[in-house]
Every structure is written in structure tokens, then in C-alpha cells.
């Protein structure tokens, strides 16, 4: 399993055989482990992180994964210090998914990287192609947000719940729709609340 060979040829823009026998087996490989992470934590809460930071190509500190996680590869998967993403997560790792610092992912939400060709024949041929993704640091994704290729989510930003995202959205900004689109900047507080010590 030559997973650098597979990384080179996914992250590159360019067509590739989405159906391809390499390609094929590292994705089996990233389901079985997403498969027994999960189980872990299913039956007796076992977060076992050292599952998916053996899969990812980085994961910070404090990064809690709720259960029926799944990725295509994990390889592609970067994710930063205290982290929280809920129930069935869904990352089409096809190319690099960068998640920052202090984010937080809603249930049932979708990150897909990849995207089948636009022409029919192209498609019937297994023609994929991918664009990374990056949620910068303190962004919130709401339950159901799903994010397309190439889509960069400025810092402190929110996406409403159910929200599809299309198209880059600045930072410190709510927004929501599908298509998503910036409704307002936030509000940051004068008086801002701590955790208690």
C-alpha cells in the first residue's frame, strides 16, 4: 500500500481513477480503522485517538471524535488543538482537509474534497478530481453543514445548520443558506466570558 503514491495522484487537480485497485485498497484500509474506532467508542466510550492520529496526518491536542466517523483515505486529514466534531462526520479526505484550532463540527456534517466529473462519459470511467478545504481556527460548523472542494472557511466564522458551502466565506462573519451567504459580521463582546478556573 503505497499511500505517498495515492496521496501524489489524488491531491494533484487532476482526473484520476477513483475506481483504481491502489486506490481502492487505501480507502478499505481508512473504513476498517474508522470501522474499529468507532466500535470503540460505541460500546464502552473508548476514544481511543491513537486509531485516527495513526490514520491522520496530524492531530492536535484535546481532539474529541464523536462516533460513526468516517473518512475516504485519512492521509489528507489535518486537524488542530481542541477540536470537538459530533455524530457522523463525513470527510471525503481526497485532498488536504485542514481543521484549526478550537473548532467546532455540528452532527451529520459533511466536508467533501472530492467531486465527480461534469462529463457523463468521463464520469462512467470513474473520473474523480479533488480541491483541499480548510476550516481556520474557531470556526463552528451547525448540524449538517456540508462543504464542497476548494472551500475555505475564514477564522471565527459560523455556518448556520444545513448550510451548503460553495464558495469561500471570510472570517468573523455568520452564514447560512444553501448557497451559504454571509448575513451579518459577529458581534465580538466587550465583556468577554471565561470558563470559571
Not at 489528507?76 to 470537538?84: A, K, T, W
Not at 456534517?109 to 473520473?127: C, Q, T, V
Not at 456540508?146 to 455568520?174: R, Y
Amino acid at each position: 500500500m503505497d499511500i505517498e503514491k495515492i496521496k501524489q495522484i489524488t491531491n494533484s487537480g487532476n482526473m484520476y481513477d477513483d475506481a483504481a485497485e491502489d486506490v481502492a485498497e487505501v480507502r478499505a484500509h481508512a473504513l476498517a480503522k474508522c470501522r474499529e474506532y468507532n466500535h470503540k467508542v460505541n460500546t464502552n466510550a473508548g476514544y481511543d485517538m491513537s486509531i485516527l492520529k495513526a490514520l491522520f496526518s496530524r492531530v492536535g491536542e484535546n481532539v474529541y471524535i464523536e462516533s460513526n466517523f468516517r473518512c475516504e483515505f485519512g492521509f489528507n486529514i489535518s486537524i488542530g488543538n481542541d477540536v470537538y466534531i459530533n455524530h457522523d462526520m463525513i470527510i471525503l479526505d481526497c485532498n488536504e482537509v485542514k481543521i484549526g484550532n478550537d473548532v467546532y463540527i455540528g452532527p451529520r456534517a459533511g466536508l467533501y474534497a472530492a467531486n465527480h466529473a461534469e462529463d457523463p462519459f468521463e464520469r462512467a470511467d470513474k473520473g474523480v478530481y479533488s480541491a483541499p478545504i480548510t476550516l481556520e481556527d474557531r470556526v463552528w460548523l451547525g448540524g449538517d453543514v456540508k462543504i464542497t472542494q476548494g472551500v475555505t472557511i475564514g477564522e471565527n466564522s459560523i455556518i448556520g445548520a444545513g448550510s451548503v458551502v460553495t464558495k469561500d466565506i471570510p472570517p468573523n462573519v455568520i452564514a447560512a443558506g444553501s448557497p451559504c451567504r454571509v448575513i451579518r459580521p459577529i458581534q465580538f463582546s466587550d465583556n468577554r466570558w471565561k470558563r470559571p478556573e
